[in-house]
């Protein structure tokens, strides 16, 4: 690329503001509270001038937090009991500069300058806090074949939630930070991964594994010989002045696509373990806790209602993407450093302020759906994963028969055949270990809006 990324898109984007005044002016007061209707507050894609660095531009919740190297976990999320890096109230806001971990790892180089400045990133569009955590980040020992790759912010320690609580989680906005991503595809990982034994996994052949076996370097233990494959995509203005991602490939040839932003993980404190890298708290599988839930549905204006386990229920976010497709079928979405801004409120048990399997498993809302959710082994990395879509499925589905029969007064056999005549049971991703598989149910269905 001959000119900056930066400057290109402010050519053809011009200045877009944050739409936040009604979800500020809500926040101010706490009036949200635990209800189940999610209502539309922001704007789903908008791009600042320039990079988006820690305290630059619009920062519009109660609370801001940086992910400095002290505020993160490399590869791991918190346990229950873990120190918080800030404390709101139930109801108000928090703004959170989240960091993706594409550009940064061992097998990149662990170089962000370096590495974006390879696909002509000029050394002031790179993150500064990017740079900080790949070059000091001390907290844990950073094993790149045993560690989960995502940079995990907070925890946020939110007054009066306790066991036995839930809490709603409702994104306001995610911004894109810089104007480009990386997709991944890693040796070992991935829907068409070689096996642990070297042979192909059921169903294709060796010379169908991705990436391909002959360019398969672990055995040498060095990163960033691995042969893994990062692509660099651009975003930049579409022919509608709407930023879109450019992926170049072939003979000067490009695939184009819209943004569409959220959080990867989004969690709350699930286990207890005696260290911080102790293998229930790796960061790659998502548990009860949410974690990296991977459903590209909990954008903008959507609830997602976790368990809480822990005192202040412990909140973090990190794996932010600019898009991602149902199952995520190559190992990574496209990673993107995004600022985004949560409004936190605890929901108590007998109260009706939200979805009764919430109290024991993930569940989400968008203005449109309620998002019954099923993993395949939902107790983190301790005892392995099961991969199993099945199991996922099953359990997506009692979720939704659970839901139907509890909050929407349905009998079981009728939301079963409900079910099975309209609803939708999408596959989450398939690469996370733990597999996921999330319903959609339409509230338009049930006169609910």
């Known amino acids: 690329m001959s000119d900056p990324i930066m400057s290109r898109l402010r050519d053809g984007l011009g200045r877009r503001q944050f739409l936040l005044a009604a979800a500020a002016a809500s926040a101010a007061t706490g009036a949200s509270g635990c209800g189940t209707t999610v209502a539309p507050v922001a704007d789903v894609t908008p791009l600042p001038d320039g990079p988006l660095q820690p305290r630059a531009g619009d920062i519009p919740g109660d609370h801001y937090l940086e992910s400095t190297p002290e505020a993160v976990r490399w590869g791991y999320v918190p346990a229950i009991g873990a120190e918080p890096v800030l404390t709101i109230r139930s109801g108000q806001t928090v703004t959170i500069d989240a960091v993706s971990h594409e550009g940064i790892l061992e097998d990149q180089g662990r170089d962000p300058v370096a590495y974006f400045g390879r696909h002509g990133v000029a050394r002031d569009e790179v993150l500064a806090d990017a740079v900080a955590i790949a070059r000091d980040y001390r907290r844990t020992p950073r094993d790149f074949d045993t560690d989960g790759p995502h940079v995990i912010t907070g925890p946020v320690f939110v007054e009066g939630a306790r066991p036995g ?24 990982k991935g829907a068409l991964a070689r096996a642990a034994n070297g042979g192909p996994p059921a169903g294709i ?153 919430a109290f024991s498993y993930p569940f989400g809302e968008t203005p449109s759906s309620w998002i019954p959710i099923g993993l395949s082994d939902p107790d983190g990395a301790a005892h392995g994963q099961n991969t199993d879509l099945d199991v996922a499925m099953r359990r997506a589905v009692v979720n939704a028969l659970d839901f139907l029969e509890a909050d929407r007064g349905m009998d079981r056999p009728t939301a079963y055949a409900y079910l099975s005549a309209t609803a939708d049971f999408v596959v989450s991703q398939v690469v996370d270990k733990t597999v996921g598989v999330h319903g959609v149910i339409s509230k338009a269905h049930f006169g609910a809006r």
């Open 165 to 188: 609580d839930v809490l709603k989680v409702e994104t306001l906005s995610v911004v894109p930070r810089v104007p480009y991503g990386v997709v991944s595809s890693r040796h070992g």
């Open 205 to 357: 052949t060796i010379d169908e594994i991705m990436p391909p076996v002959g360019t398969d370097g672990r055995a040498t233990k060095d990163p960033q010989r691995y042969g893994n494959v990062s692509v660099f995509t651009e975003v930049r203005p579409g022919q509608d002045g709407a930023p879109q991602a450019v992926m170049p490939f072939g003979n000067g040839q490009q695939a184009a696509f819209p943004l569409r932003p959220f959080m990867g993980t989004m969690g709350v404190a699930h286990a207890r373990a005696g260290a911080e890298n102790a293998p229930e708290l790796n960061s790659v599988p998502p548990t009860l806790g949410g974690g990296n839930i991977d459903i590209r549905l909990l954008g903008p204006d959507s609830a997602f209602y976790l368990p809480v386990r822990s005192e202040g229920a412990l909140f973090y976010v990190g794996d932010p993407h600019l898009a991602m497709g149902d199952g995520e079928v190559a190992l990574t979405a496209l990673e993107g450093s995004l600022r985004g801004t949560f409004r936190l409120t605890v929901c108590r048990k007998g109260e009706g302020t939200a979805p009764s399997p």
